[in-house]
């Protein structure tokens, strides 16, 4: 039998949209987002898209008329009731009413705020001007969306079957994953993957696996819609982003060398418990720490993002180490370019000393790399950032140079403020 | 949206049927059938389920109530009128009205004999006795109906998205061989595999998927409702059913001596063309073709079913030359055991000394070897044969001794009359 009423409605739809939903986004995005809705509700922010892959022509592949409906369509988008009342009425991290009552309200009559769009040398320029709480809510379903379209650029030039195969593959290849996971004892791992996924319904799919397939091992998404469908945690704490619009907005380098602390001493206000956890490599983790005031230790964990991953965790053993704490109490999420050989290398020389955690990312909702012609599915490096604040430039140093973002001479300045000298480069893979 | 009408549908059935069409079978039963209910109507035949592959104990696997309510269901088909108009109106083999009206008035009026069940030694015995066009066209629904029911015995252990990855695991296997097949210049191929398929929709899927990938290297399948419904030919010509029951009706030696050729002789008044395939192996190749009467080597071809297929065709080349026929006219036909590297080799050999055509079985439609726990989904060898005829034993010798059938001083009697000698023994797969 055919569902006529299914089929009618699925082609009444004059674009496929991406993104049907404001709460399809990183649940960080959130958590960061009632915090400058109450600490910073005015700076004016200007998040830009920056593909790091220049071999990767967006603008040659994508249809400029079709990315704008996509856009445009986010802009339709309002939180609805069902969505409201999961912000609401849920249980994160243990806590309930984890959203203010006035950041809902907000965010109920939230529509997502203009964008600007431009082609330029084959890559398209993709910004987002305006009060910071808005503005950063466009990150995620901004390179959702970039994503999602090369994809199906790439995908309209197979037939039916090729297409079936490819999932065939692209699932049997996650599967094999999760097998290995599997064997990893007290294994804790989260969905990270929302920026960088394939697809919506790819990213729906792997999450559905994971619970499968590593049971209580899996302790989450970042993704709100599905953590809401699939009745799973919503995972996440915070991003570069607070330390990076905190210290443009500093007036001195006094202001500056402590604006990354006083991001947290607002967090600290807000959050305890699994919220509790710093991410320290800005502006280079090793001097953050060594300058972090004494509350900081207390705190439940640490984000390792950049740079290589076991010395910075083995900074952050010896930091809680100095500061009298015991690391064996302590949280080590690791978030950065993981695929399963790391994992397993990670845990297997963290467990037991620390807590250990996995935020899992690109190869876990986008690994298509080597199933189709050209490699044209890889995962590629697309970004989207808050470039300036109030007009003033922002800065990212982290543990790998490679990683670097800003004017020439603030990253010289930041540099010398934070006591950044010599880093090893990391190839970025993703 | 879901489709409520569609899920009541699926419920209200008591049972899930494997066989929901009389012409989910070979094409081949059929047009035997039409040659046998013209030729010997009233004789009277036993088939016989036999299961070669001892360590599966399809008794212990199978419920015999659920294997009781399949074979139930088959009893209750009957021929649809959209079938009926498809074999009455269709070209087969470029002829039109290949089912003459009598035989297609008695089809559609056909139900299924009884069967008879037993358990024995972990074991089904599954007889069916009557008269033979009736009987016959049990063996692929009795063949189909076991082999699925052992995969869903299999499946029922395994979680959802097991499954969702089995057959991911599954699609691409196959998807691999179609590639490689692709780069094989002028293939021919069809589906033989109704009959050890691992379920019926998995040989839907792989059909479909040889249409998409193979393009006219894909000849057509054996399953004549698979063929209706995809729109490809129906493929397929005659079986050792038939000069096995023959040659047991014989009175003498003499008469034995004969009766494959009365087959054959039977066959030739009734079609041409792609129809006239010798199946020559029966009791022995080698001899088969040396006391063959001259019309035979103007037949279409050879289809080679069991020994050294390399040897086979060579066997019947030279036959084609000694008889001054040009073999590059005649077409060779391999069915026996194939798998891709086979596919290639024997192509590569034999592709421009001959017509080269394949009849890929198991392998095509059953192949999920290594992809469960104790490779528990790996096809075996299950037949369903015709082991009396007017209360004598049928005997069959074929190429291979391991393939031999028939009580004892029944096949050294055969042997002796047939001049069949020492045979080299050759491992049988499935």
Not at 41 to 60: C, E, G, Q, Y
Not at 140 to 165: D, H, K, N
Request: charged letters at 30%.
């Amino acid at each position: 039998m055919v569902d006529i009423a299914t089929r009618v409605y699925n082609h009444k739809w004059k674009i496929d949209p991406i993104i049907r939903s404001l709460i399809d986004t990183d649940f960080y995005k959130l958590l960061m987002c009632q915090s400058v809705f109450r600490n910073k509700p005015d700076t004016i922010v200007r998040f830009s898209l920056i593909n790091r892959t220049k071999s990767i022509r967006l603008a040659d592949l994508i249809d400029e008329g079709e990315l704008r409906e996509q856009l445009d369509h986010i802009r339709t988008l309002r939180l609805s009731r069902g969505e409201s009342t999961f912000l609401r009425g849920n249980t994160f991290y243990g806590k309930r009413q984890m959203f203010r009552p006035d950041f809902m309200e907000w965010l109920e009559r939230l529509q997502m705020p203009p964008y600007h769009l431009e082609k330029r040398d084959g890559q398209y320029e993709l910004t987002f001007e305006g009060k910071w709480p808005e503005v950063m809510l466009w990150e995620i379903p901004a390179l959702a969306v970039l994503m999602e379209m090369r994809s199906r650029a790439v995908l309209a030039r197979l037939g039916r079957f090729e297409l079936q195969v490819l999932y065939a593959r692209a699932m049997t290849k996650l599967w094999e994953k999760i097998e290995r996971l599997r064997r990893i004892e007290r294994l804790k791992i989260a969905d990270f993957g929302t920026r960088r996924r394939h697809s919506f319904l790819w990213q729906d799919w792997c999450v559905q696996a994971m619970i499968e397939g590593l049971g209580d091992s899996f302790t989450g998404t970042s993704n709100c819609l599905i953590a809401m469908r699939r009745e799973v945690e919503a995972i996440g704490t915070n991003a570069h982003e607070l330390p990076m619009v905190y210290s443009a907005l500093a007036e001195t380098d006094a202001d500056l060398a402590r604006a990354p602390y006083q991001v947290l001493a607002d967090w600290h206000e807000e959050h305890d418990g699994n919220l509790r956890i710093i991410l320290p490599d800005t502006y280079g983790t090793e001097g953050f720490l060594k300058r972090a005031p004494d509350w900081l230790s207390t705190w439940t964990g640490i984000r390792i993002d950049s740079g290589d991953p076991v010395q910075g965790a083995e900074t952050a053993i010896r930091w809680w180490q100095d500061r009298g704490e015991d690391p064996k109490k302590k949280l080590v999420i690791f978030s950065d370019g993981l695929d399963v050989e790391k994992i397993e290398e990670l845990h297997r020389r963290f467990f037991g000393r620390v807590k250990v955690s996995f935020g899992w990312g690109t190869m876990f909702t986008n690994d298509f790399r080597g199933l189709v012609a050209d490699d044209a599915l890889a995962p590629f490096s697309l970004v989207c950032k808050a470039v300036s604040a109030n007009g003033r430039p922002t800065v990212k140093l982290s543990d790998n140079p490679l990683k670097a973002m800003g004017p020439a001479d603030e990253i010289a300045r930041y540099k010398r403020v934070f006591g950044v000298g010599e880093q090893t480069p990391y190839q970025v893979v993703v």
